[in-house]
């Protein structure tokens, strides 16, 4: 039986940069996320892992090549609309978590819940303390996020990628600012919700240990999927 | 609250001193403008209030007949109309004119004066004074003249055809106060006696230092004229009525009427170009802070480029980020704005109370101000003209950021 495919691109081309310094950043890359599914894209620096989730996130646009979400291609959507398919449909971890520093742990989580317009105020609330609460930091929710430690503010952004409840998680090298012990509880916090909420989670990692862990393994060189392989089967 | 206010006021009172700055610029712009306006306008007031109040809102004069001279045409492109009227000194059945003038709704009441000059002298002293010959009655309903007095009373004054009111200048320049005798010369030479029964100030020095009343039938007789009045002056409902009903009463009455803006026309431009200078002093002050808030809001925008990034992914649109600064002016503009009107309130309060003696054009002891709402709405619209301009551009840029050129660079 074939899995609901969650994010998918089809021969994605990007050039980064102007004239000389002009690099061909992805050279045609194709991809299925299914709904449940983590995935782990590998490589070296600059072999196009970033560029890719950002034009997956829709953060960035193509020079070519397709993006579906749940099979609805997205290059005929304005700006507008990307942005509210963002909020809506997609999460973002990103290595050095990007909190907003003038806000709490919970604000901080509330901010996407604003933007959506679904929730009351208690409601983004209460939200807010039960994802932080799942993430253990329960006790920590009106700190402002600055006086929090690297750990902690990771899985605040962690738990602010939850807010709208995404089908899809897209994190660049999540754990690569937290030691060993942070890395693998954050982790197996992203790996525990895709898999009992049915969410999709990418993410682009240097940790084997993480990759090793991921559904699928990606490698990308010089901007192509070289190898793409099944690591774990689940029922 | 929307959530870019939600995130404006956040940004806003996390960086309280680019705030405060802002804050101040808007607040002494809005103040300044307010406190100047009410002394440049309070002491153009004082003179249309007193002047109208002496002078009336409208004067009918002399009569006049068109010239029917169809050889006195004016030159091709002049600027200067041919006078194609001849002046008859004095009014032609005032009774009449002023029955007529009573049935026009904008009219409350008219009074006939007869006007001359005649010298003046009280022991020792001389002086040529305009004497007008009013009706008591009827120019106490058309002028400010009872709460001119300083001294004596009206109703002496009423019941006596022999007492003068003497204005307050011209009393000191005669030394001579209410019960005095001052004596009038006729064009005979002939001195007629009058004893003063009150003082008037009307507060405007060359009425003050010039003027004294009297009862028209014996300024009649002293100034030896056929003609019981050489003026009208009227009362308006609205005094910005009288250069239209100048010209219907001019049409109709066949005589030269004057509104109060063409008779005080060459002072009132003195304080409108005092005004307009002003005004456009304080208005760079109000820009300056534009400027100001310009380069907090260009710093604020540099200092969030992390955020409007994170805000971005988050599926934040540009017009949400854009908001978000246009915002953090919007309520720097309010905020200063409130401030700045009740300071320039409490400034202008504390002006009219700073004493100055002035004798000369206009007679105060204190600063005249004007308290009219305009100023402060002029003044508020004037702030957040300059502060949507001056927050438009960092908005704009803030927006245009594109968010993973940010992000990138922040690996």
């Known amino acids: 039986m074939s899995a609901e495919i969650s994010l998918s691109c089809d021969r994605l ?47 960035d646009t193509p020079d070519a090549g397709r993006v579906a979400i749940e099979s609805e291609a997205v290059s005929h959507l304005s700006d507008d609309e990307l ?14 978590h990007f909190l907003m520093e003038d806000f709490t742990a919970q604000e901080n989580v509330m901010i996407p819940m604003r933007k959506l317009g679904e929730l009351s105020d208690a409601q983004m609330r209460d939200r807010a303390a039960e994802l932080l609460d799942g993430v253990g930091l329960g006790d920590k929710l009106r700190r402002p996020s600055r006086h929090l430690s690297g750990g902690e503010q990771q899985r605040v952004a962690i738990a602010r990628a939850l807010a709208n409840d995404p089908r899809v998680i897209l994190a660049d090298e999540p754990t690569g600012n937290l030691d060993t012990g942070n890395s693998e509880r954050a982790f197996e916090l992203l790996q525990n919700l895709v898999h009992e909420r049915g969410k999709a989670l990418l993410l682009a990692t240097h940790n084997p240990a993480i990759a090793e862990a991921c559904d699928w393994v990606h490698e990308m060189k010089d901007g192509l999927i070289i190898d793409s392989q099944l690591r774990t089967t689940r029922s | 609250m929307t959530p870019p206010l939600y995130i404006a006021l956040r940004f806003l009172t996390h960086r309280k001193r680019a705030l405060l700055l ?44 068109p010239r029917y001279e169809p050889l006195m045409v004016a030159a091709k ?25 009573r049935q026009f709704p904008d009219v409350i009441s008219c009074s006939p004066v007869l006007r001359g000059t005649v010298s003046a002298r009280a022991g020792f002293e001389n002086a040529t004074v305009d004497l007008y010959g009013i009706d008591p009655a009827l120019h106490a309903r058309t002028t400010d003249i009872v709460h001119q007095l300083i001294d004596g009373s009206f109703d002496d004054f009423r019941n006596n055809t022999s007492a003068i009111i003497i204005g307050s200048r011209l ?9 005095d005798t001052v004596q009038l010369l006729a064009p005979n030479g002939e001195f007629w006696r009058f004893n003063v029964a009150a003082i008037a100030r009307a507060g405007i020095g060359s009425i003050d230092s010039t003027r004294i009343y009297s009862h028209a039938k014996i ?6 004229q056929p003609s019981g009045a050489s003026m009208i002056i009227y009362k308006l409902r609205d005094r910005n009525r009288a250069p239209v009903l100048a010209n219907r009463f001019e049409t109709l009455f066949q005589h030269n009427a004057l509104s109060w803006q063409e008779r005080e026309e060459s002072t009132l431009q003195l304080f409108l170009t005092l005004r307009m200078s002003v005004a456009i002093t304080v208005s760079l002050i109000i820009l300056l802070a534009g400027f100001g808030i310009f380069n907090v809001l260009t710093m604020s925008v540099l200092a969030k480029i992390k955020e409007i990034a994170i805000l971005r992914s988050m599926g934040y649109r540009r017009r949400d980020i ?20 009740v300071l320039g309130a409490l400034m202008t309060w504390g002006v009219s109370h700073i004493p100055i003696r002035l004798r000369g054009l206009l007679y105060t002891n204190y600063f005249l101000v004007t308290w009219d709402w305009r100023h402060y709405a002029f003044a508020t619209l004037l702030a957040l003209l300059a502060v949507f301009i001056a927050s438009y551009v960092p908005a704009r840029r803030a927006a245009e950021l594109p968010p993973v050129v940010t992000i990138r660079g922040s690996r």
């Not at chain 1, 690099?23 to 560029?51: D, F, M, Q, W, Y």
């Not at chain 2, 194609?84 to 029955?99: A, D, H, K, S, V």
């Not at chain 2, 300024?219 to 030896?224: D, E, P, R, T, Y």
């Open chain 2, 322 to 341: 854009s908001a978000i600064f246009l915002w953090q002016g919007a309520l720097i503009a309010v905020a200063g704005s409130v401030v700045g009107c």
């Open chain 1, 13 to 59: 081309e990007r050039y980064l940069g102007e004239e000389e310094e002009r690099v061909h950043a992805l050279r045609g890359v194709s991809l299925e996320i299914e709904t449940g599914s983590v995935h782990a894209v590998v490589g070296p620096s600059g072999c196009g892992k970033s560029s890719l989730l950002y034009i997956l996130g829709l953060l």
């Open chain 2, 77 to 101: 492109n002049s600027k200067t109309t041919t006078n194609r009227r001849l002046y008859f000194e004095g009014i032609t059945n005032p009774n009449e004119i002023m029955r007529v003038s």
């Open chain 2, 171 to 179: 009393a000191e320049l005669l030394q001579t106060g209410v019960g």
């Open chain 2, 219 to 224: 300024a009649q007789a002293l100034l030896q």
């Open chain 2, 22 to 65: 802002s804050l101040s610029g808007v607040v002494f712009g809005v103040a300044i403008f307010i406190c100047t306006q009410a002394q440049t306008q309070g002491f153009s007031r004082y003179f249309i209030e007193s002047n109208i109040g002496s002078n009336g809102a409208l004067v009918v004069r002399s009569r006049f007949r």
């Open chain 1, 83 to 96: 942005a509210q398919k963002r909020n809506k449909f997609i999460g973002f971890i990103f290595q050095f």
